[in-house]
């Protein structure tokens, strides 16, 4: 034993150890060595135990710990439990796992589409979104948020086509017509060429093909009240009246920008800064076939195509587990 700078040391091998160490770690060592100092150094237990601010008992533990481990027997201990009986199984994890990497949905709609491949594989075991949060936390894929959110209070028309909104919206500088029905939300969208009246005034047409009783858009000059081309468009197709929003009042349309908002996610993470029309319209349709079809909605407690149509595509899951290459990781 010796002294350094006015420290005590048990070994000079010590003193390039503790360089490296935290600082809680240092005072514990000098603390632990003092009470086996001899002559003016040594200091009583309980004295010790004040130090480093714990009780004479958990001191004692410390001093046991050094004895047998050394320097290490001094950090701070784990608290995770040794065995985790009610531990998720690793290959349920990858399953998750794997999905989120390939589409970016969120645990609530991950969790439909795992379950779906656990029921196919003849496994009763089912998972849930809070399990699901935990896994993409512990696995990098996301970050954990708490956030205070404004709980609105929504209207909603009274049957499938009672009311359709229709905006338009750009992923990577290209436009994307996208229309839902209130109703159900049920969704449709199409890449376009361009923004022109023409070209809007095609693809909805192309999307739904029947009447509908009433039309909600924004300002926007391609549905504007001096726009000929979707008065004409009304005319043919609209048996009720066009309404338009609210200015600077985005909450109007507020279901369609949900909707926009998982689109354009989905088309980002697998896409990234593509603007080929041709791959964007492609994975539209596979977004847009799982959304109303697959995807299972708390607002009405039900699938789009259910309430739009009264029965749902249940090949849904397989389209969208080819499409996202995710054969090895799930049952079809």
């Known amino acids: 034993m010796f002294v350094w700078h006015g420290e005590v040391y048990i070994d000079k091998a010590h003193v390039d150890i503790l360089r490296n160490e935290a600082k809680y770690v240092k005072k514990r060592y000098q603390a632990v060595t003092r009470t086996l100092a001899n002559g003016p150094f040594k200091i009583k237990r309980k004295e010790a135990a004040g130090i480093i601010g714990r009780s004479l008992r958990q001191f004692y533990r410390i001093l046991k710990r050094f004895k047998e481990e050394g320097i290490s027997g001094l950090k701070f201990r784990s608290k995770r439990p ?3 009986p009610n531990k998720i199984p690793r290959y349920v994890e990858e399953k998750i796992v794997s999905v989120r990497k390939a589409c970016g949905f969120g645990p609530d709609h991950i969790v439909n589409i795992v379950n779906e491949s656990n029921r196919r594989e003849g496994k009763s075991e089912r998972i849930y979104p809070s399990l699901t949060y935990n896994v993409l936390v512990r696995n990098g ?56 009246d023409e070209t809007v005034i095609k693809g909805m047409k ?127």
């Open 141 to 196: 894929e996301i970050e954990r948020e708490r956030r205070l959110q404004k709980k609105w209070k929504f209207f909603e028309w009274g049957h499938p086509g009672h009311l359709i909104q229709v905006d338009l919206t750009k992923f990577n500088g290209v436009y994307v017509l996208t229309m839902e029905d209130d109703y159900s939300r049920k969704g449709w969208s199409l890449a376009l060429r361009n923004g022109k």
């Open 82 to 84: 040794i065995n985790s």
């Open 206 to 332: 192309q999307l739904i093909k029947e009447k509908f009783d009433n039309l909600l858009t924004d300002n926007g000059s391609q549905f504007s009240r001096k726009n000929s081309a979707i008065r004409k468009y009304c005319e043919e197709f609209v048996r009720g009246k066009h309404i338009w929003s609210s200015i600077h009042h985005p909450q109007t349309l507020g279901k369609l920008g949900a909707y926009q908002k998982g689109l354009k996610r989905f088309l980002r993470h697998k896409l990234r800064n593509s603007r080929d029309l041709c791959e964007i319209n492609r994975w539209i349709q596979f977004y847009d076939h799982w959304y109303n079809n697959g995807r299972y909605h708390q607002g009405i407690q039900t699938y789009p195509e259910e309430r739009y149509s009264g029965q749902k595509d249940t090949g849904w899951y397989e389209r969208l587990v080819k499409a996202l290459k995710l054969e090895e990781a799930l049952t079809i």
